[in-house]
Antibody, heavy 121, light 106 residues
């Protein structure tokens, strides 16, 4: 069974860079059929798609965050990562990693449990 | 961006009720529409993909329909474990936008 697990600091200072890693187990991140994405949810609010990456390194970003976001993949470690720079309190959220098929036809079918990142001094 | 509008934003229902949630896209998304269920403190769970395909393991009381810009999620007979928040998401184009959510409560 595929599993995804987010990891990283739970507290980040304003203006610094948020860094999270998603470790994939039970399957290969190098599958040509899937992309790997990040989604966030501010406390008490809805879901926001941040971006996704293909195993080759091709990325897709939400234009609203594009200037601050970098998503990368490490196929040797079966991991992909999120960096969000110049964070503010508005970036406080639960961050999820998830898998979706490359054609967009079968949904975000596997999710990590989510990790809360708080931006505060 | 393709904004997604869900309605209602919340609803009160009883066990056994038929519940219908609507999601409207600002342009045609050609059935690239997925539905998720989220319970407090948990990650969203995929219920329906491609507007009408039931994800493996999801009870058959959940169904999806629609085309073009209008889509619906139907719960035929609400069960106690179905009280949750439901989100639609379009996967037609990036960014893959979500609806604002519909909270189903007693």
């Amino acid at each position: 069974q595929l599993q995804l697990q987010e990891s990283g600091p739970g507290l980040v200072k304003p203006s610094e860079t948020l860094s999270l890693t998603c470790t994939v187990s039970g399957g290969s991140i190098s599958s040509s059929s899937y992309q790997w994405g990040w989604i966030r949810q501010p406390p008490g609010k809805g879901l926001e798609w941040i971006g996704s990456i293909y195993y080759s390194g091709t990325t897709y970003y939400n234009p609203s965050l594009k200037s601050r976001v970098t998503i990368s993949v490490d196929t040797s470690q079966n991991q992909f990562s999120l960096k969000l720079s110049s964070v503010t309190a508005a970036d406080t959220a639960v961050y999820y990693c998830a898998r979706h098929d490359r054609w967009g036809v079968s949904g975000l079918d596997f999710w990590g449990q989510g990790t809360l990142v708080t931006v505060s001094s | 961006d393709i904004p997604m509008t869900q309605s209602p934003s919340s609803l009160s229902a009883s066990v056994g009720d038929r519940v219908i949630i609507t999601c409207r896209a600002s342009q045609s998304i050609s059935s690239y529409l997925d539905w998720y269920q989220q319970k407090p403190g948990k990650a969203p769970k995929l219920l329906i993909y491609g507007a009408s395909s039931l994800q493996s393991g999801v009870p058959s009381r959940f169904s999806g329909s629609g085309s073009g810009t209008e889509y619906t999620l139907t719960i035929s007979s609400l069960q106690p474990e179905d009280f949750a928040t439901y989100y639609c998401q379009q996967s037609y184009s990036t960014p893959r936008t979500f609806g604002q959510g519909t909270k189903v409560e007693i």
